[in-house]
Structure formats: C-alpha cells, structure tokens
C-alpha cells in the first residue's frame, strides 16, 4: 500500500506532494483505545470496523493524526501488549483487510495513522517463546529472550532480584520437557509477557523488518511502548532493594534507561526516513528526567517522546510553570516538539484526578469533587492546547469523562488489580467504553453490550447529547483545536513569554496571542491582555480589567 493523504489540514510549508512538511511538531494526536471506542460487529468489544466508521467524528474535531493502541493478534493477557504475531490483528479486532480500509480512510480524511509498536516484550504465545520452551535448555531461541539458571542449591531462587512491573519477581521458572524444574524467564511485566533480547542480532532484524511492513501497509509512525526497557545492563545486576516501583522514574535503572537503547533508534529512524510522508516515532520512555527524555528525541532518533512529568504535574501554578519550563529547556537543545499529555489508557482520567487532592499520584480510586474536577480539566486543556509543540488527547477527554471509580471487582480486567505489590490495578476506570449517543444498551458504543459496565447517565457526557451544545466540553475541544490551526501564534515552537501575575496564576505570550490560567479556587482580577479567544469558563471584562474565575483559563488575541 502506497500512503494517500487528502489535503492537509494545517501547515506553513508543503513538500512536492502536497503533504505538510514537519506535520508532527505542532500536531494534535488524537489516542483511540480500539476495544473502548466503538464497537463495529455488536460483540460488546472495540474493534477496527467501529474506529473506521467513527472517523468523520475525528476529522470534525479537528485533530491530525489517530495513534492505535495494540491490535495484533494476542492472547489479551494484558489487553494486547502481549503480542503473540506482529503482521496479524487478533480476531476481536477484525483483519488485515480491516486494517488497510482504516487506513485508507483515514488517509481520505486527511487524518494519519499512528500504531502500537510492542519490541519491549512478546506474548508466552509468540512461536519464538513457544518453541524456547519446547525445545528446552540449550535451545538457540531461547538466547532471544532472558533465560538464566536459579541461583541456591537447585536453582530454586530467581536469577536476580529483579521486580515485575505488575508486582511480584520478575522471573518465572520454566519446566524442562522431562517435567523437571528448569531455567527461569526474564518478564518486566506479567508472566505471559516475556522480554525479548535486543542484543540477539535475530531479534533487531526481525522488529525491522516489523517496522517495513507496517510502513509498507501506509502507516504514519510507531508509538513504541516501553520504549525505555529493550536494552538491560550488562550481567543483569541485582538492584539491591525491594519497593522498586517506588524507585521508578527517579532512578537509571538496570533494566530501564539504558544507553544501548539509543542506537536501536538510530537504526529505525533510517528506515522511517526512507520512506515518503514523513512517517514518525514516538517514545513512551519513563525516565528520571526530562533531559534524559531528550536524549530519545535527537536528530538521528525518534520525532517526539511522552511528557510524563507534565502528566504527573498537580493543578499549581508554580509547579506547571517548572515543568512547562524544563521541558522546553530540554527539547531545545535537540530540536525536538516538546509533548504535552494529560491523560491516556494507564493513568486516572485527569478530570477525576484534579477532582482529588494533590499528591494521590496517577491511578486514584476516588472520584472527588466532580464538578471541580471538570472546571479544572477544561481549564487544564485549554492550557496544554496553548502550548508550543505537539499535544495528545485520549479518547474521551474531549467529552469531560470522568474515570470509573466504582468498577465490581468482578467487572475489572487490569491484570495487575489480580497481583500483589504492583501498580494498582485500578486502569479499567480509565478503560471504559465511551459513549455516543445519550440512550441504548452501551450509549451507542454498539449493539452488544461494552465488555466493561458503563454508569448510569452516561448518556448525557455522550457525543451526541454534547454536540452543538453551548459550553459542553465537546464544543470547547473543537473549538480550541480549530483556533489552535487558525492562529498563527499557536502550534509549532519552542518558547513562551512569561508575564507577571498574581500567585497561583499563568501568563505566557506568543506571537499575537497571551493565555492567562488562574488554577486558584477563587476570582482574581488582572489587566486585559487583549481581545477575549476562548474561555473555559465564561469570563466578562470591566473595562480595562477582567475577573479570571476560579479555575480558568483564557486565550486573547493581542
């Protein structure tokens, strides 16, 4: 398949055929969670068909391009991040033929296609791992995974003191085919997700080849999850602690962060780069720093990485200005859009997170003071729209969703909520199937049921009930993304101008543009900046003042 783009949708320079030139920089990407956003055949899951015939919606709100959460053939042991073969898609998605309408459509749209990339781990069902096991100790194909002998008298303790992500060792032992204890498997994640060896030559050719089929197929770029782990230090090292999640993020760890995982990059992005259109990759690399963030996103590697310290950031003036500053600062150096990301399909939804008080982290199992938690995910969104680089929405957000707090346990299928001392377990909130329509079985989800419970009232956060509606949230995306193309100081950059202002407010400039966020929880008057744009609140000015209510931010034209 040959990639076919409509016209583009925004930009300031165009290449000889017409598409726009350094399109990812400014773009807004838009995150759709296959299994929770529409439901094509009424089999209560997700699937391609529904995310096809869902794409006008994505071209009338507005956003550039659509990045797919894994949809490759997997025994969903932890909801396709464990795949068993990369050049498939899982039946409950649909097929290959699926795959290639989508993208054909989206292209039709003007919309660009951005997929899952999963090189960190595969399934226990990928024939490689099948075969190692089978086949036994000495197996050549087990040297493209971790395998190791126990340490103790019989091998009956693990390799190191390594810990999975999901709780737990971070090594499960196998059994010899004569039925006898044998080696232990590396797995950073569940049991089923055992990961691959990327200093086995087999294993960098295979992800490149991977890479060139999707590409071929008209694809736009990779997300790569786990874009942080492929490469573990030398001799595997004991850690030398317990509590090692509470450790992430703020450490270099042995089997995160590791030098070696920048010239895997550098190969991947001579292919990308052989390709017309400008296809991309995005890192999702937990690291302990922005700066190290940076160092994924140089000229000879990947076009944008997450921001997740922007994610992880209170509803605070002082602290949003930091992380706005040292993001910046780091992307500069590199030539890189910086990211800004507010929610997405592993952490609480930020309307329910800034409904908490600060300092509960990422997954919260309160839903707080909903109404407060909505004021203030407007007002943050507005926020992160205005800022130089690229911004990423997940599905739903738009729609002012809430996380699910109150899930049965029977209902949840995260499979870390099933074992101890890992992450939480709470992502099936932020999971939920989306509403589109205000009445039916799942809200116009599709004609099956959702495979996770919808709340009562669901309906009237729906598509459909907040379509042409005044103030909804619905309408204020669309319009903030559309201003985000009209105005010429908006998108693409690398600075904004700080103006002075009370504490606990915002103010930045750019080019014919200010945008002023009181995250306080009471009005605070200030001077005009300007001409009133767009407001997450309605706001009136008094002459030469305006009073910013609580929890609000506005976009001037100056």
Known sequence: MTQHLAAPSTGTSDDAVGHRTGWWQDAVIYQVYPRSFA?????????????????????????????????????????????????????????????????????????????????NHSSDQHE?????LAEGPGSALRDRYHFRPGKGADGELPPNDWESIFGGPAWTRTVNPDG????????????????????????????????????????????????????????????????????????VMPFFDQDGVHEIYRSWRTILDEYPGERIAVAEAWTPTVERTANYVRPDEMH?????????????????????????????????????????????????RFANPPGLGTQIRTPGDRELGLRRARAASLLMLALPGSAYVYQGEELGLPDVTDLPDEARQDPSFFRAD???????????PIPWTREGASYGFGAGG??????????????????????STLELYRAAIAARRAHPGLGAGADVRWLDVPAGLLAFARPGFVCTVNTTGAPVRIPVPGTVLLSSAPVETDGDTVELPADTTVWWTV
Not at 450 to 470: D, I, K, M, R
């Open 422 to 432: 890992g992450q939480d377990g709470f992502r099936d909130g932020c999971r939920v």
């Open 304 to 352: 944008q990485a997450f921001n997740f310290q922007y994610l992880a950031t209170a509803w605070d003036a002082a602290a949003l200005r930091e992380v706005i500053d040292s993001s910046l600062d780091a992307m500069r150096p590199v030539g890189a859009p910086t990211t800004w990301v507010l929610s997405n399909h592993d952490v609480t939804r930020h309307a329910t």
């Open 128 to 132: 490689w791992f099948k075969r190692a």
């Open 450 to 471: 959702s495979w996770l419970p919808q709340p009562t009232g669901w309906g009237e956060l729906s598509v459909e009930a907040q379509t042409g509606a005044a103030g």
């Open 39 to 119: 439901d094509g055949d009424g089999d209560g899951m997700g699937d391609l068909a529904g995310v096809r015939a869902r794409l006008p919606y994505l071209r009338e709100l507005g956003v550039d391009a659509v990045w797919l959460s894994p949809f490759y053939a997997s025994p969903q042991a932890d909801a396709g991040y464990d795949v068993a073969d990369y050049r498939a898609i899982d039946p409950m998605f649909g097929s290959l033929l699926d795959a290639d309408a989508l993208i054909r459509d989206a292209h039709g749209l003007g919309l660009r296609i951005i997929v899952d990339l999963v090189p």
């Open 180 to 251: 006898t204890p044998g080696e232990w498997y590396l797995h950073l994640f569940a049991p089923e997700q055992p990961d691959f060896n990327w200093e086995h030559p087999a294993v960098a050719d295979e992800f490149r080849s991977i890479l060139r089929f999707w590409l071929d197929m008209g694809v736009d770029g990779f997300r790569v999850d786990v874009a942080h782990g492929l490469v573990k230090a030398e001799g595997l090292p004991d850690l030398g602690t317990h509590d090692q999640l509470k450790l992430l993020g703020n450490d």
